[in-house]
């Protein structure tokens, strides 16, 4: 392949305390074919400075500025830039091992140029997570339909699709047409890669790994902060503009998924000085959105989250809420 294979975008927003860790595992790749792209979304930290080492030693390295737009945005803004065949997504505050791109470079010339090629990861340093439907397979458009879809968004136990940007290398056309034009903090991952899967025609699904998740401690999720019910809104906004909802049970599954999202940032909600009353009011007002009362209506769902998280919305228990905030 003469064409450069993988452009790599790495979001950049104050992670000074692990970025040399990531773009040094990156530049120490075995396979060589490939462009790092540093979206600087409005670091105020050493982060640049660091990553600015890297591009004056190395020209395969650039970096955009940009105002503190997201990571969604950041993500879009780097691949628009973007000149390989594969977009591969690498958080500023994981790393690699070095022949991951190696590895996916293999995959991809042995399987035909597959739309989507996914692996597994670690969580921390070690600690192996493996997807029991990735055992090195090429999954065809009627394979992708019958093994991928019934579990895509949410099946009822609440099994999905690893929906991570990262471990993943995607065709540049496919990632580009479907990355949020609208900041989205919790939920974005999904909201891409569900409409890039239901657009492969082929999807390798491998056994190999070679990405370090680092479950950050100061990172939005892990706060305990609210979360902002804008997420939960414009993913669900995203996603029905980018796919038929009306196919196979997928209006089901985004009922889940909506439910599920509105769940965690209810819960968020006591993360702040608010009294109880307060904070249920607001919950209760957000209920009534078209979206979420349609949402609640039609949820099914089983296991112990399931459950309680159906219980809780239909019957609109936001006490159980307020306990479950204790518990994450």
Same mark, same amino acid.
């Given at each position: 392949m003469n064409e450069l294979l993988f452009s790599v975008i790495v979001p950049v927003?104050?992670?000074?305390?692990?970025?040399? #860790?990531?773009?040094?595992?990156? #530049?120490? #790749?075995?396979? &060589?074919?490939?462009?790092?792209?540093?979206?600087?979304?409005?670091?105020?930290?050493?982060?640049?400075?660091?990553?600015k080492k890297y591009v004056e030693a190395d020209s395969r390295f650039s970096i955009i500025d940009q105002e503190n737009k997201g990571l969604a945005i950041a993500r879009r803004v780097g691949a628009l830039s973007a000149k390989g065949q594969y977009i591969?997504?690498? @958080?500023? @505050?994981?790393?690699?091992?070095?022949?991951?791109?190696e590895n996916m470079a293999e995959i991809i010339k042995s399987n035909n140029s597959p739309d989507l090629v996914c692996l597994n990861h670690f969580e921390n340093e070690d600690k192996l997570i493996e997807n029991p439907n990735f055992n090195d397979t090429l999954l065809n458009k009627e394979q992708i339909e019958k093994i991928i879809y019934p579990y895509l968004i949410r099946a009822k136990d609440f099994h999905y699709f690893v929906p991570t940007a990262w471990s993943k290398a995607i065709k540049r056309e496919l990632y580009t047409k479907f990355t949020c034009t609208t900041r989205i903090q919790v939920g974005e991952d999904g909201s891409v890669t569900i409409?890039?899967?239901?657009?492969?025609?082929?999807?390798?699904?491998? &056994? &190999?790994?070679?990405?370090?998740?680092r479950i950050n401690n100061s990172s939005l999720i892990q706060n305990k902060k609210p979360r902002n019910y804008d997420d939960v809104f414009n993913t669900y906004n995203?996603?029905?503009?980018?796919?038929?909802?009306?196919?196979?049970?997928?209006?089901? #599954?985004?009922?889940?998924?909506?439910?599920?999202?509105?769940?965690?940032c209810s819960v968020t909600q006591f993360y702040c000085d608010k009294k109880y009353k307060e904070v249920k009011k607001i919950i209760l007002e957000k209920m009534n959105e078209p979206i979420i009362k349609e949402a609640i209506k039609h949820l099914d769902a089983s296991g112990f989250k399931g459950k309680l998280m159906r219980?809780?919305?239909?019957?609109?228990?936001?006490?159980?809420?307020?306990?479950?905030?204790?518990?994450?």
């Amino acid at each position: 392949m003469n064409e450069l294979l993988f452009s790599v975008i790495v979001p950049v927003y104050n992670v000074e305390k692990y970025i040399d #860790q990531c773009l040094s595992s990156i #530049q120490k #790749q075995t396979y &060589k074919d490939f462009e790092v792209i540093i979206v600087n979304d409005g670091s105020k930290d050493e982060s640049i400075n660091i990553a600015k080492k890297y591009v004056e030693a190395d020209s395969r390295f650039s970096i955009i500025d940009q105002e503190n737009k997201g990571l969604a945005i950041a993500r879009r803004v780097g691949a628009l830039s973007a000149k390989g065949q594969y977009i591969i997504n690498i @958080d500023s @505050d994981d790393y690699v091992d070095e022949k991951y791109f190696e590895n996916m470079a293999e995959i991809i010339k042995s399987n035909n140029s597959p739309d989507l090629v996914c692996l597994n990861h670690f969580e921390n340093e070690d600690k192996l997570i493996e997807n029991p439907n990735f055992n090195d397979t090429l999954l065809n458009k009627e394979q992708i339909e019958k093994i991928i879809y019934p579990y895509l968004i949410r099946a009822k136990d609440f099994h999905y699709f690893v929906p991570t940007a990262w471990s993943k290398a995607i065709k540049r056309e496919l990632y580009t047409k479907f990355t949020c034009t609208t900041r989205i903090q919790v939920g974005e991952d999904g909201s891409v890669t569900i409409p890039v899967v239901i657009n492969s025609n082929t999807i390798y699904l491998s &056994k &190999k790994t070679g990405y370090h998740y680092r479950i950050n401690n100061s990172s939005l999720i892990q706060n305990k902060k609210p979360r902002n019910y804008d997420d939960v809104f414009n993913t669900y906004n995203h996603i029905i503009s980018n796919i038929d909802i009306n196919e196979f049970d997928f209006k089901k #599954q985004l009922y889940r998924f909506i439910s599920h999202l509105f769940f965690n940032c209810s819960v968020t909600q006591f993360y702040c000085d608010k009294k109880y009353k307060e904070v249920k009011k607001i919950i209760l007002e957000k209920m009534n959105e078209p979206i979420i009362k349609e949402a609640i209506k039609h949820l099914d769902a089983s296991g112990f989250k399931g459950k309680l998280m159906r219980h809780s919305l239909k019957h609109k228990r936001i006490y159980l809420m307020k306990l479950y905030s204790h518990i994450m």
